[in-house]
């Protein structure tokens, strides 16, 4: 098949690129010319494990192609997924669909024969409806359907996600629309009831309602966690215990620092925005949104307390400063609140992170060290934020020249018995 991926983000790049291994012929097209420039070179922009190999061995296949010019990519192509950001707006806290208004206005000019229209972008509920009132004229009613396909890619496993897929959701009453995308998507749909064809609005709604739930299972051990530490009781024992029921299941409830990345904290908002528009109290969502987002204060007292109250001139060291292990994601992060805080108080506060050094700390104030053990030395607080494998098995005797050294694991990723045996200062979450 033709398709045109329009935004060559992370749901953009990754999707077009697997599409281009499952066989189609697919053009990316983006307007930032630079980023084009070094995608043609095999340069990838983000950080996801796989994507540089495939979007390597498809360029050399020929079967993915790079672009800025959007009107021939339209033309050339018989589907188009709208792939672009939809930030959350600071002041409504709405889904900002600019992008989106942007490229439907290159479809329109360019809809030079039938093709459907695709949002991958996740947008709220009736945007489908609008995008077709937008595009409607009366001579080209036959020359589109407009389908909602939302994503469901975890960063740092999007390949994975995108080829073994736990489920399709395609949301149109297209007929024919349905038979191409159920065509598109059968290399990868191998067992009965992955693919799921519904409603435009059912498949919009099914995104942010996954994503809010996701974020509430996350908030709610964290909340449980806090309970634990008050009564000496191992949140990870909770965890198991939950998590064995089937009807609960045990992902999504790992305690830790809160959810962030590119999806919860914006779906949520928006998910609340919506639920306001149609005068429908999520009161649930609301709650989560409120106890993420304060969720750094709990640690930042926390970590008061570890250091007796007294930051001023410590030396404290972040292992890891993204939302999560496997990406460069630093959005909503946990880190962006801790770290400035932090040497706001008079902290001497440095970071090592897998994915290289970031701009989003004042580097004046934040030092960054390029290996675990550089970071680590003369260290009084030892902070793992996130839980990327390299630092699952560290010799934190080994690394720090001070002997009453603490560590902070917001991750969980040691024994509170081992460190004890080691007598290192350990403390985590919920235990």
């Known amino acids: 098949m033709k398709i045109c991926v329009i935004g060559a983000g992370y749901v953009g790049l990754v999707s077009g690129t697997c599409f281009a291994e499952l066989g189609n012929n697919v053009i990316c097209v983006d307007n930032n010319s630079n980023k084009i420039s070094k995608l043609k070179n095999g340069e990838i922009p983000i950080y996801e494990p796989g994507l540089e190999e495939l979007i390597k061995r498809n360029l050399k296949q020929k079967r993915l192609q790079f672009s800025t010019n959007i009107s021939a990519s339209i033309k050339k192509s018989d589907l188009i997924f709208i792939c672009v950001g939809t930030p959350t707006n600071p002041k409504s806290n709405k889904a900002d669909l600019k992008y989106v208004y942007q490229v439907l206005m290159d479809i329109k000019k360019n809809l030079n024969k039938y093709k459907i229209i695709v949002t991958k972008s996740t947008v709220p509920v009736t945007t489908g409806d609008k995008i077709q009132n937008l595009l409607t004229t009366k001579n080209n009613k036959k020359l589109f359907d407009v389908v909602s396909n939302p994503e469901f890619l975890r960063e740092g496993e999007a390949i994975r996600d995108f080829m073994f897929p736990d489920r399709v959701v395609v949301g149109t009453n297209s007929k024919k629309a349905n038979n191409v995308l159920k065509n598109l998507y059968s290399p990868i749909i191998k067992k009965k009831g992955r693919y799921f064809n519904t409603s435009r609005r059912a498949a919009e709604i099914i995104k942010y309602a996954s994503n809010a739930f996701l974020a509430t299972k996350i908030t709610f051990i964290n909340e449980i966690s806090n309970l634990c530490e008050k009564l000496n009781v191992d949140v990870t024992d909770i965890s198991v215990g939950m998590g064995a029921d089937e009807r609960i299941g045990g992902r999504f409830l790992r305690a830790g620092p809160g959810y962030g990345g590119s999806c919860f904290p914006k779906d949520t908002r928006a998910l609340v925005s919506t639920s306001k528009k149609f005068k429908t109290n999520l009161s649930i969502v609301k709650s989560t949104i409120y106890s993420n987002d304060n969720r750094h204060k709990y640690l930042l007292n926390n970590i008061k307390q570890i250091l007796n109250n007294n930051m001023k001139n410590k030396k404290i060291t972040f292992l890891g400063v993204t939302f999560k292990a496997g990406t460069d994601d630093m959005r909503d992060s946990a880190s962006l609140k801790l770290i400035p805080y932090l040497t706001k108080k008079g902290a001497k506060v440095s970071y090592y992170e897998p994915t290289g050094i970031k701009n989003d700390f004042d580097k004046k104030k934040v030092s960054y060290f ?43 990723l040691y024994s509170p018995s081992k460190m004890k045996n080691k007598n290192i200062k350990y403390y985590s979450i919920g235990r």
Do not use: G, P, V
Not at 397 to 410: A, E, R, S, T, W
């Open 370 to 412: 390029n290996n675990i053990k550089d970071a680590c030395i003369n260290s009084d607080l030892i902070i793992i934020h996130t839980e990327w494998n390299e630092f699952k098995q560290i010799n934190f005797n080994k690394l720090n020249n001070k002997k009453k050294f603490k560590i902070y694991d917001l991750r969980n």
